[in-house]
């Protein structure tokens, strides 16, 4: 497949998982927990720890992620907390609660993926591992270079 017909596939396929994926998590949420808030602790997780980090990863304003982390500290499921060398910087920490909650719903999300995963044969399902593991380094350096 040539760059730009791989570019496009990219481009089209990404946006359709992550609609697959947000569906997974909304059908096993309780109301008050919105795929926003899932992603919000999720980044929390994998180091990201302020808004502004936040906000650059999920692709929305610094002030749509502080009202959703403002309802995420007021339901106890994330802890705000001043970093020590800049006081204008704060971080965010997901509580005991918080990371059950994320576990939980990304485990019930996962079952929901594998019954997805049953119409494919052997093959295809070490072939989406191996595209899988390949996507997830791509986007791992290209993060390291916007940096």
């Not at 399902?125 to 270079?145: C, G, P, R, T, W």
Request: glycine share 2%; aromatic share 6%; hydrophobic share 40%.
């Amino acid at each position: 497949m040539e760059k730009l017909s791989l570019s496009r596939k990219y481009i089209e396929t990404i946006p359709l998982s992550m609609g697959l994926m947000k569906s997974y998590i909304r059908k096993v949420c309780e109301a008050e927990f919105s795929f926003s808030k899932f992603r919000i602790i999720a980044l929390t997780q994998s180091g990201k720890s302020t808004v502004s980090e936040i906000a650059e990863m999920m692709h929305i304003s610094r002030p749509a992620v502080s009202k959703l982390v403002e309802s995420l500290v007021t339901d106890k499921y994330l802890l705000r907390h001043t970093d020590e060398e800049d006081r204008r910087v704060i971080h965010l920490t997901a509580t005991t609660k918080g990371k059950k909650k994320f576990q939980k719903v990304r485990h019930l999300a996962s079952q929901m993926f594998i019954e997805n995963l049953e119409g494919l044969n052997p093959l295809e399902i070490k072939e989406l591992s191996q595209a899988l593991s390949i996507l997830e380094n791509f986007v791992l350096q290209a993060q390291e270079k916007k940096v």
